[in-house]
């Protein structure tokens, strides 16, 4: 006789096994693939659409399927000496806004909430990590974000300025952690050629506290410096914790040592959608994920059309197998 008792406990026997299945699934799936919740972008992509219209240009971001934010400075609370040099180069760049395009933080949260995005990280300057670590991580705090970025740092002189500038990141990241946040170094141009025998990216990896500075890889710039992308992922695991995506329509280099804003700009012309040109993405993404990458964030600057852009990025990155 089939009693309530055998009902409830074959009932319970088959949801167990349900749900064992599908967390089963769920790992097998997400590791071929990247997590949907780690891939983001990186807003310099489309700072006019931001400029005209914030809520939906994030409300679009959304519903191509984009979860994560990256924000680019200056900020409200960003120090004078950051804005001014914004200001110099914005007729350069053909626009002017940054950080939260005329709305106020609390507003910022609630439309990003609104659209289901969170934002592990806002790139800030030099001077503002220095000055105002303070105010960096009452908005970090306000707006979920774990990682105040570098952009980018001015190549150096000789071996011992970049011994001093890796001295400088620990100070830097021992100040962030004291207010309960994460300092990375975003990768650009400068540090990837030797001096003397040494590459000094590696110095500054090896000379950092783990705990103190992350590393966000950018790998289109990795790779204009001439770097083995898949080395430094597989030689430094963990210490890669965010991604800058985007491809290449053809391999090519910087013409000195990718220290200067002239040589990044040559090379923008060259810059495609994540899976439309020559980088081996699938590789590069199978390490980066192995090593401990956590975000995964489209940036293709100068895009002719950024939306278009976004969508091509996204579906290649939702979809791309890793390899095992």
């Known amino acids: 006789m089939y009693t309530r008792r055998k009902f409830l406990k074959t009932g319970s026997a088959l949801l167990a096994g349900s749900i064992l299945y599908k967390h089963t699934f769920a790992q097998k799936f997400y590791a071929d693939k990247l997590s949907p919740g780690s891939i983001g972008v ?24 984009y979860k994560e934010i990256e924000f680019y400075g200056p900020y409200p609370f960003s120090a004078p000496e950051a804005v001014e040099r914004w200001k110099s180069l914005t007729p350069q760049l053909g626009f002017s ?23 592990p990280s806002m790139h800030t300057d030099l001077v503002t990590l220095k000055t105002r670590m303070g105010q960096l991580a009452e908005a970090a705090h306000t707006l979920g974000q774990k990682y105040v970025v570098l952009p980018s740092y001015t190549a150096q002189a000789d071996l011992d300025a970049y011994k001093r500038l890796a001295d400088d990141f620990n100070e830097i990241g021992q100040s962030a952690a004291k207010e309960g946040i994460r300092f990375a170094v975003h990768n650009h141009g400068a540090g990837l050629k030797e001096i003397n025998g040494q590459i000094p990216l590696k110095l500054i990896l090896d000379r ?24 430094y992922l597989d030689d430094y695991p963990g210490r890669f914790r965010l991604m800058h995506v985007k491809d290449m329509k053809e391999q090519v280099h910087f013409k000195g040592d990718g220290g200067d804003p002239k040589q990044w700009m040559e090379l923008f012309p060259y810059m495609t959608d994540a899976g439309s040109g020559v980088l081996n993405l699938k590789a590069i993404l199978s390490h980066a994920k192995k090593a401990g990458v956590q975000h995964f964030l489209v940036e293709h600057d100068t895009a002719a059309n950024p939306d278009e852009a976004l969508q091509k990025s996204y579906r290649y990155l939702s979809n791309v197998q890793l390899e095992g």
């Open 97 to 119: 806004g940054s950080g939260y395009f005329g709305q106020t933080i609390l507003q910022v949260k609630d439309i990003l909430q609104r659209n289901g995005l969170s934002t």
């Open 42 to 65: 990186q807003l310099f992509t489309i700072p006019k659409l931001l400029e005209k219209d914030f809520a939906g240009t994030m409300e679009m971001l959304a519903k191509i399927g």
């Open 208 to 231: 950092t506290d783990p705990k103190f500075v992350a590393i966000e890889m950018d790998i289109y710039w990795m790779t204009a410096g001439g770097a083995d992308l898949l080395a």
